[in-house]
Structure formats: C-alpha cells, structure tokens
C-alpha cells in the first residue's frame, strides 16, 4: 500500500518536469479559477427518502450504491434503480433516523473494502438503537451480487454517543488500506465533554483502524499515538467538531475534511499524502480561524478554508474531480453546504497557495458528493435526487 502513495508522489514530481508525460501527470496546481460555465446539473434519479451518500463497490461492475439515512442501500446498475434494495437496515438503525423530523442520527456511511471484488466485503456506519455508534462488516450475497446478505452483519467498532448530534459517520479506505472513521465531539453545543482536544476520547477525532489484520480491528502500529500516554491508539487527526464527509483525492491522497461549526465558522482542514497523522484541527479552542473556547491548542492546524452565515450554516465536503467529463475541473476540490445549497471549488496556485471561490448557488440541501467508479462526481440532495456533474455541452 506504501509503494502506491510513493507512485502517485513520484509522478506528482516528475510532472513539474516533463510536459511531455501528459498521461500521467496529476494536476494539483493552476492559476484561473476554474469556470462554472463549464458545468451544468443533470438529474439523476429522485424519490428517495432522506439520501445522504452515493459510492461504488470498486469491482468494475459501475454500480451506484445511493444511501438513505433512513437504513436501505440501493444499487443503480446501467442507469436503472433496481427494485430490490441492496442492503436494509432499517430495524437496526435509532428510531428518529426511521421518523420525519431532522436527525443526524440512522444510516450515515457504506465503504466498500478495497478487494471487494474478492471478497464481497463492505462496511456501514450508523447509530443504533441505543443512539451508540456501530461499524459493523457485511458481506455480499454468495448467490446475487446486487443483493447483501442481511444476516451477515458483524458489528467490528462500536462507541457510545453522550448525545444524539455530532455523530460524524462517514467511513472511507485510504490509499494505505486502513479504515478512516469520522467521529464527533459527542454533540450537544459547544463541545460540553471538551472532546476535541481531549486526545484520551475517541470523540472529536478521525479514527484509523487495520480491518484486515484481527476479526473485529487492530491499530496500525503508525498510528501517531500508539504508546502515548493518555491519548486514544485509535485516533488518526483530533481536534474536530462533526466531520461531515471526508475524501481522499484518488490521484494524490490528500485527504480534506469539511467540520461543521458551531454558530459562526464552517471550515474546510487539509492533511497531505505524506503526512504521518496527529494532526490537532482546533475545535473547540478554535472555530475556524477564530478563538471559540480558547486556551491551548498544541500544533493546531488551521483551516485551508472558512466561510460565515453569509453564505450558509453547514458545511458538507465533497471530491477532488478526478473524472473524465469535466477538464475543467480536474484537480479541484468541490464541497457545498446544507443550508445554502452554495457550491465552492478549492484548489492551489503554482506556488501550492490554497484558493477557494463560490462555484454555484443550487436550491439543493447538499447532503453528500459521491463518485464513481470512473471519478465522475454527484451532488446528493437530501430532499431526495441525486444528480451528475457533466460537462456544460453534454
Ligand atoms: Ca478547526
């Protein structure tokens, strides 16, 4: 897995040399902003109940696999929703998820493992009955590759939630192989159990656990507490507030992470491919680029990018656009906000400075970005569509 993320900085190096390597250069840097011109919305599908996520399996097949937080997984398969949901797990998942009302509580993440093609291997996140956080492993249908078997679920990681908000819940595969898991402060307001710089608490933090070395997890042995004192071996970043919705640049890497704010600061955190972890992002001594709590932040790491209520009031991150369709965009990173429906587009001068400009103003509750296998990029609307980022003349 090492040897893959040395590859992608070697061509990352070789491409400030050799304009001649065209196919294998990965764009990270440029200097105009990329243009809305060049984009349009397509509608995808609608009627879903509550969706907040869109991934794929990673076996070729091209499936789409679109989440509702309401407990079922279906499958788009040659640009059909098939009858059959994927996976249900509506008698699982807490109650409110099963309700009308907003929670952030049910069915908030699906990572397929990387051999998925293999071993049928997929993991969910959500908050059970009991309002705690679970992992838990399933696998695939031994008769039917569009189908879960239901009764397959193995719960690998669980962790009690002290209130029903702030249950972050997105899990992701890095390039290293290792399970990400996002975890907020606990919930409440204000970060009452000070978990985010409380490096003993899970809460407040992303995780990274080894899913393939012990039937539940192990903890890579380079994880950046591993045999400190009073700090969680688990823990991968602290110092975050509810992040919602991590990405790994497919090409890079790089990981960006969107953490919802309190009441005034929305903010987009970076970390590097090469990074060794522990990084501390602030919360709740920090909201944004602004003192919240105050006191002592050790090595906090600003954002690369805040935004205030001008321009919205929860922030949901998004892809770096590694996909075909839009040249444009190749190498910037998307990300949008629930409450404005305003999308922004991030991404680095020649002198890898950060920029960040509004992209475009949508009337969608921006739930999720999701990819395909291809690394075309959609917008999940938590009203119920979903649709595909295509080229303007498309
Ligand atoms: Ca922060």
Same mark, same amino acid.
């Given at each position: ?13 070789? =491409? ?60 788009? &398969?040659?640009?059909? &929703?098939?009858?059959?949901p ?5 008698a ?6 099963? !309700? ?25 996140n ?12 399933y ?27 702030? /249950? ?14 996002? #975890? ?11 978990? !985010? ?19 539940r ?18 823990i ?43 990084? /501390? ?7 944004? /680029? ?7 932040? +050790?090595?906090?790491? +600003? ?10 009031? =929860?922030?949901?991150?998004? /892809? ?6 839009i040249?444009? #965009? ?10 404005? !429906?305003?999308i ?19 009337t ?29 003349e498309?």
């Amino acid at each position: 897995m090492t040897a893959i993320r040395l590859a992608a900085i070697a061509l990352l190096f070789l =491409s400030f040399g050799a304009a001649s390597a065209q196919e294998t250069e990965i764009v990270v840097s440029r200097y105009a902003a990329p243009s809305p011109d060049a984009v349009k919305l397509t509608l995808i599908a609608s009627g879903f109940n509550r969706p907040l996520y869109l991934t794929q399996a990673g076996d070729g097949s091209n499936r789409l696999f679109l989440v509702e937080q309401s407990g079922k997984v279906w499958i788009f &398969k040659d640009g059909a &929703k098939l009858p059959q949901p994927f996976l249900d797990l509506s008698a699982l998942i807490s109650r409110s998820a099963l !309700g009308s009302g907003f929670t952030e509580q049910g069915l908030l993440g699906l990572a397929f493992h990387p051999q998925y093609a293999i071993n049928g291997t997929f993991y969910v996140n959500y908050t059970d009955r009991n309002g705690s956080t679970v992992v838990a492993r399933y696998q695939v249908s031994g008769s039917n590759p569009d189908l879960a078997a239901g009764d397959s679920g193995e719960i690998i990681f669980h962790l009690a939630q002290p209130y029903a908000n702030h /249950n972050g819940g997105h899990i992701e595969f890095g390039p290293d192989g290792y399970l990400y898991i996002a #975890l907020g402060d606990g919930g409440a307001a204000n970060d009452p159990l000070g978990a !985010g710089q409380n490096r003993a608490l899970l809460l407040g933090s992303i995780a990274r656990i080894d899913i393939d070395s012990d039937p539940r997890y192990a903890i890579p042995e380079d994880n950046p507490f591993v045999g400190v004192a009073n700090a969680h071996d688990a823990i991968w970043a602290y110092g975050l507030r509810n992040v919602w919705r991590f990405s790994f640049d497919r090409a890079t890497g790089d990981l960006y992470m969107a953490d919802v704010g309190q009441n005034r600061w929305e903010e987009i955190n970076f970390q590097p491919a090469n990074s060794a972890g522990g990084e /501390n992002y602030g919360w709740n001594v920090w909201e944004g /680029n602004q003192v919240f709590a105050g006191g002592s932040a +050790p090595n906090h790491v +600003p954002p690369i990018f805040e935004y205030g209520r001008d321009f919205g009031c =929860s922030v949901t991150g998004g /892809n770096v656009y590694r996909g075909a369709a839009i040249p444009d #965009l190749e190498g910037v990173y998307l990300f949008g906000d629930f409450c404005s !429906g305003w999308i922004w587009a991030t991404w680095r001068d020649h002198d890898l400075r950060w920029h960040t400009k509004p992209f475009m103003k949508t009337t969608h509750e921006i739930s999720s970005f999701g990819e395909d296998e291809a690394g075309e990029l959609y917008l999940i609307d938590y009203a119920g569509a979903f649709y595909r980022f295509d080229g303007a003349e498309a």
